[in-house]
C-alpha cells in the first residue's frame, strides 16, 4: 500500500437533485460530511482538504462556483503537494478499506473503478497539476472528471468487488435505499 497518502473530500456542490445539502444529512453520530472525514482519516490519509465552504473542517471554498468536480479539482491543484491523493465524493458513506486500499496500490497516474469516476486516486506533480489546469478551465462537458481520466489513460479496476461501497446518493430516492443498506 501507498504510504504518506492524502485525501480531498468534495463536499462543495449544490446537492440540486437531492433538494438539500447531502454534506449536512445524519450519518451515524454525524453528518455524511464528519462521517467521510473520519473514514479517510481512519483508512490512513495524512490530510484530508475539504472541497466546499465548511468551516472548521479544513473546507476550501470555490473561487469559481458551479463548475462540478472537476472545476472543484482544478482549483485545489495549486494547493495539493506532490504525491498520492485520493478523491472521494461525500455522499459515499458505505465506502470500505478495501477499496481505499486497492485504489492506492495501483501505480498509474489516475485510477477509479470502472464506470465510476470517484473515488479516483492522483499522483500529483506539476505535470498533473497542469493537466488539471487545462481541463477544469474548460466549459461544459469538457470540464470533467471523465475528461481528466481519458487525458491521463486513467487505470481501471474491476467493479464486481465493491458494488456496496461504491453506492452513493444523488436523489431522496437514492438516499432512502442508502441508508436501508446501512
Known amino acids: ?39 479517510l482519516r481512519a483508512a490512513g490519509a495524512d490530510r484530508v482538504i475539504v472541497s466546499g465552504d465548511r468551516p472548521g473542517i479544513d ?8 463548475t462540478g468536480p472537476m472545476g472543484a479539482l482544478a482549483q485545489l491543484a495549486p ?21 481505499i486500499d486497492a485504489l492506492l496500490a495501483t501505480t498509474s497516474a489516475c485510477a477509479c473503478v470502472q464506470d465510476h469516476m470517484l473515488p479516483m486516486v492522483l499522483r ?11 481541463i477544469g ?3 461544459g462537458r469538457e470540464r470533467s472528471l471523465r475528461a481528466l481520466q481519458q487525458s491521463l489513460h486513467v487505470q481501471h479496476l474491476p467493479v464486481a468487488p465493491w458494488q456496496r461501497a461504491l453506492r452513493n446518493c444523488n436523489t431522496p430516492e437514492d438516499w432512502a435505499v442508502l441508508q436501508q443498506l446501512a
Open 137 to 139: 478551465s474548460r466549459s
Open 124 to 134: 500529483i506533480d506539476e505535470g498533473m497539476r497542469a493537466v488539471m489546469a487545462d
Open 1 to 39: 500500500m501507498t504510504q504518506g497518502w492524502r485525501a480531498v473530500l468534495l463536499a462543495g456542490g449544490r446537492s440540486s437533485r437531492m433538494g438539500t445539502d447531502k454534506a449536512l444529512l445524519p450519518w451515524g453520530d454525524g453528518t455524511l460530511l464528519t462521517h467521510m472525514h473520519d473514514v
Open 79 to 99: 494547493r495539493l503537494e506532490d504525491g498520492t491523493w485520493l478523491t472521494v465524493p461525500v455522499d459515499m458513506p458505505l465506502l470500505s478499506q478495501d477499496l
Open 59 to 66: 473546507g476550501v471554498p470555490d473561487v469559481l462556483p458551479d
